[in-house]
């Protein structure tokens, strides 16, 4: 009972700040869209800001939902893996309009320098993400897809950045062109063997 | 007199937007800095959203006047330009302790989706940064600096994007090293002819 009144205010202020900001979002909308009372919330949550260093988690926890099905399938090579998550990320912004972008860059982006604690969990949450592309790109070279001489820690560092900046090119065009142009320069130059 | 106060509350205004986001930034915090009373600030902005729609031409204008010394300096090619440029910005993000982030693409972040006016004009922006580095790469292609098959349009959304999101990882780990990380990626691999 308990942890499912936890669950239901973070996921209605996931979906919140992933809208609209984390400072844009007020505490009174976060109790409106989860229907708790302001006790209830301080009774799961310190403050405003550790609710938020949670939702990080809930987003982490999302992304790896959706590429799970992926990183199951055998029949799919290193770079094909690669490939269908960026392809998969993409099929997800198109559903929601090329809205909202990657909540972890977003928060990244608004939080990086005004609150400490989000700094060290969105380092971690960076690092995961990070760690997770750079052993793709490291069993993708064992394979062969990929240059010989490919840095994969470097590479993923790259990845993960320039496809965070493409996420935010797609909210102003508000089409998939800005993530076209980020498959076609990474898979038919960068990582072009 | 008038463009005075009108400049001062645009210069004190782009401070603190760059250094705390559009929404996280009051009224009241504007006229404080610009010493003005709110009577002023409505005689020249009819609203705060129109006043940031401002700041975007003014963050744009920083830009250029940042790189004008590179692009006028006869002894550097194509490609050391290009190189400069990122160079001199690293240079600025390194001064301010990495930092606040590039001021269009924050905005592009936050306002892409709560505001069509927003959006129209970070889309320009980006455009005229993207034709910027377009141009560049051009003529780096014609000097036969970069791969003669590059698209230099499709390279210069992704370089924009790519450094865009090396920004945001910047204010995570608060030191160069997703900036060179962009450097390395771009002129060893990328660009490399």
């Not at 809205?99 to 608004?110: D, W």
């Not at 980020?182 to 960068?190: A, G, Y």
């Amino acid at each position: 009972m308990g942890e499912e009144t936890r669950q239901r205010i973070i996921e209605a202020g996931a979906e919140l700040v992933h809208r609209q900001g984390f400072n844009n979002t007020g505490l009174k909308d976060i109790l409106k869209a989860s229907g708790v009372p302001k006790g209830s919330f301080y009774f799961y949550f310190a403050n405003k800001e550790a609710f938020g260093i949670e939702l990080i988690e809930h987003y982490g926890a999302g992304f790896r939902a959706l590429v799970q099905p992926i990183m199951q399938n055998p029949g799919l090579s290193p770079l094909a893996r690669l490939r269908a998550v960026f392809d998969i990320a993409h099929a997800a912004f198109a559903a929601q309009g090329y809205a909202r972008g990657c909540p972890i860059g977003n928060l990244a982006q608004e939080m990086g320098d005004l609150s400490e604690p989000f700094r060290t969990s969105l380092g971690e949450a960076l690092d995961r993400m990070t760690g997770f592309f750079a052993a793709l790109l490291a069993q993708a070279r064992e394979a062969g897809e990929v240059p010989a001489d490919l840095d994969a820690e470097e590479a993923a560092v790259f990845l993960v950045s320039a496809w965070h900046g493409a996420i935010i090119r797609m909210k102003i065009t508000k089409d998939g062109a800005p993530l076209r142009t980020f498959m076609t320069q990474t898979f038919d130059r960068l990582l072009h063997p």
